[in-house]
């Protein structure tokens, strides 16, 4: 069976509109900042795919040893019909709940939501082909904006994978998992990772790692900035920082300003003058405690079920019922 045609819910003009506007915000922002998912142009993304397989960084394969162990258990728990990833990427891990689900007999259909429509189409086609009994439908969409256009009916359990919560700030989450619950419906479920909190000399090797891939990573944001706008960075001009909040237990990436200079953003009409020493904050990755996370479930509306971590303690994921 081969994938449903995608539904699409995101135009490129919209994401075009939407990068206009948090460029213009951010860069006019003090401290200034950019939103991390404009990394991922198919640069940054082929960039990310090997930050996963560098040894400092551990938050992708923890997770994945999570799943390897408890796939079997999500299904026999959950026993779900319908099976939904936000921001679904390759959909590489879900695999592992693809095969305990339909081991177990029961899931009819596999939803993925991700911007973009290229890498949406590469990975349903690929699942269609390998899973041939189950619907494959595909949405372009924003988890942030199109929770709403989730298929309705059967025994839905929706993925948040990766630990991408921890992208979004504290008031941020409380929007997210409360839509999140709004479009589900009572006995429903949610799969969620989240990297843990642990000693920073764990962490912060895996936003800065030797290779210095990380770096190149951070940097892409600005030549995604520079092509689409015409702006001027010079992303050479910036050293990448990687920095543990103890106060809020996050990791912040930032770009540091090696010299005093002016940047131009013809498409916005926008011009942005940079101190040497000054820093652009691109990116927060929030790291949680388990109780932590069990509250903020409860505050939106879910009760967990169920909370596994790998043999090292690295990562967690939690298995919560929509109440």
């Keep these: 069976m081969s994938a449903e045609p995608l539904e699409i819910h995101l135009e490129e003009q919209d994401l075009a509109r939407s ?8 860069l006019s922002a003090e401290p200034k900042w950019l939103p991390p998912k404009w990394f991922y142009d198919a640069r940054g993304s082929v960039l990310f795919e090997e930050i996963t397989r560098l040894p400092e960084y551990y938050p992708t394969r923890s997770e994945r040893a999570v799943l390897a162990a408890r796939a079997p258990d999500i ?6 019909k319908t099976l939904i990833e936000l921001g679904s990427g390759s959909s590489e891990k879900t695999r592992l709940l693809l095969d305990a689900l339909t081991d177990r007999g029961g899931l009819g259909t596999f939803v993925a939501l991700d911007v973009s429509a290229s890498a949406l189409r590469g990975s349903t086609a690929r699942i269609a082909a390998d899973y041939p009994g189950l619907r494959v439908r595909g949405i ?23 630990g991408t919560i921890g992208n979004l700030l504290p008031a941020e989450r409380a929007e997210f998992l409360g839509r999140t619950r709004a479009a589900l419906e009572s006995g429903d479920w949610l799969l969620i990772g989240t990297d843990l909190v642990k000693d920073p000399s764990v962490i912060v ?4 790692d030797t290779a210095g891939v990380t770096a190149e990573f951070n940097r ?10 015409g702006a001027d960075f010079v992303p050479e001009a910036f050293t990448h920082v990687a920095r543990w909040d103890a106060t809020n237990e996050w990791i912040e ?3 540091r300003a090696d010299r005093p200079m002016r940047v131009r953003v013809p498409e916005l009409d926008l011009a942005v003058t940079f101190a040497q020493g000054e820093e652009l904050r691109t990116e927060v990755s929030a790291k949680f405690r388990p109780e932590g996370v069990a509250a903020e479930l409860a505050a939106a509306g879910f009760a967990g079920r169920a909370f596994w971590t790998d043999p090292d303690g690295l990562f967690g994921v939690t298995l919560a019922r929509a109440a």
């Design 75 to 80: 299904a026999e728990l959950t026993r779900a």
């Design 140 to 162: 372009v969409g924003d988890f942030t904006r199109h929770l709403d256009r989730l298929p309705a009916g059967g025994r839905r359990l929706v993925l948040f994978l990766g």
């Design 253 to 255: 990436m930032r770009l």
């Design 19 to 26: 990068l206009r506007e948090d460029v213009r915000v951010g």
């Design 220 to 229: 892409n944001v600005l030549r995604v900035v520079n092509r689409e706008l």
């Design 205 to 208: 090797p895996a936003y800065d």
